[in-house]
Antibody
Framework: QVHLVEAGGGVVQPGKSLRLSCAAS????????MQWVRQSPGKGLEWVAV????????YYAESVRGRFTISRDNSKNTISLQMNSLNPDDTAVYFC?????????????????WGQGTLVTVSS | QVVLTQSPSASASLGASVKLTCTLS???????IAWHQKQPEKGPRLLMK???????IRGDGIPNRFSGSSSGAERHLTISSLQSEDEADYYC?????????FGGGTKLTVL
């Protein structure tokens, strides 16, 4: 069955960097787009970034564009989220999701499976 | 820009039915959406993909107590025979090239 496991969360000071990873299993990883979504304390779900099946197409929320980078390694069935210049507003649980589609575009752009999340706390 | 609007809260009694609504912004009534359930301390769970024509496909393992329907710009999630474990936050979500958009979520309380 599909299994997604996020890792890499922790406490980090403002302005610093952190790298999250998501290990996937149970499906043909290289055939699906993958995304990151976050939930800040007491708030709703917020989309962060999506990457196409081949890694060539990447899209970001305006709130993280230029600071976060999504990437994938299809040989290791993992995606990553490199987060730079973190600020307290980035404090959240970060979830990775397998998308139903391939391209990260306007077709089947929703996740049919999600991980359990990893907590990132940005605080001095 | 597509905006999804949800009521912040809803409540219904154990064993009853409840209908949650997600409204697409003007000009976007043809968009398909997905409904996700979010319980505390758990990852989101896909409930269904719901098309503008009212057809829907449930996620893996989702019981048929969960159904969907569409009317114009409104997308509905109906949960019948409410159980205590249905108490959760429910989010609608749609997609465009370059982004995914979530509604603000509806907190469902089972009385």
């Amino acid at each position: 069955q599909v299994h997604l496991v996020e890792a890499g969360g922790g406490v980090v000071q403002p302005g610093k960097s952190l790298r999250l990873s998501c290990a996937a299993s149970g499906f043909t990883f290289s055939s699906y787009a993958m995304q990151w979504v976050r939930q800040s304390p007491g708030k709703g779900l917020e989309w962060v970034a999506v990457i196409s099946d081949d890694g060539n197409n990447k899209y970001y929320a305006e709130s993280v564009r230029g600071r976060f980078t999504i990437s994938r390694d299809n040989s290791k069935n993992t995606i990553s989220l490199q987060m730079n210049s973190l600020n307290p507003d980035d404090t959240a649980v970060y979830f990775c999701g397998k998308e139903r589609g391939r391209h990260g575009g306007d077709t089947l752009g929703y996740s049919d499976y999600w991980g359990q999340g990893t907590l990132v706390t940005v605080s001095s | 820009q597509v905006v999804l609007t949800q009521s912040p809260s809803a409540s219904a009694s154990l064993g009853a039915s409840v209908k949650l609504t997600c409204t697409l912004s003007s000009g976007h009534s043809h968009y398909n959406i997905a409904w996700h359930q979010k319980q505390p301390e758990k990852g989101p769970r896909l409930l269904m993909k719901l098309d503008s024509d009212g057809s829907y496909i449930r996620g893996d393992g989702i019981p048929n107590r969960f159904s969907g329907s569409s009317s114009g710009a409104e997308r509905h999630l109906t949960i019948s025979s409410l159980q205590s474990e249905d108490e959760a936050d429910y989010y609608c979500q749609t997609w465009i090239t370059g982004g995914r958009i979530f509604g603000g979520g509806t907190k469902l309380t089972v009385l």
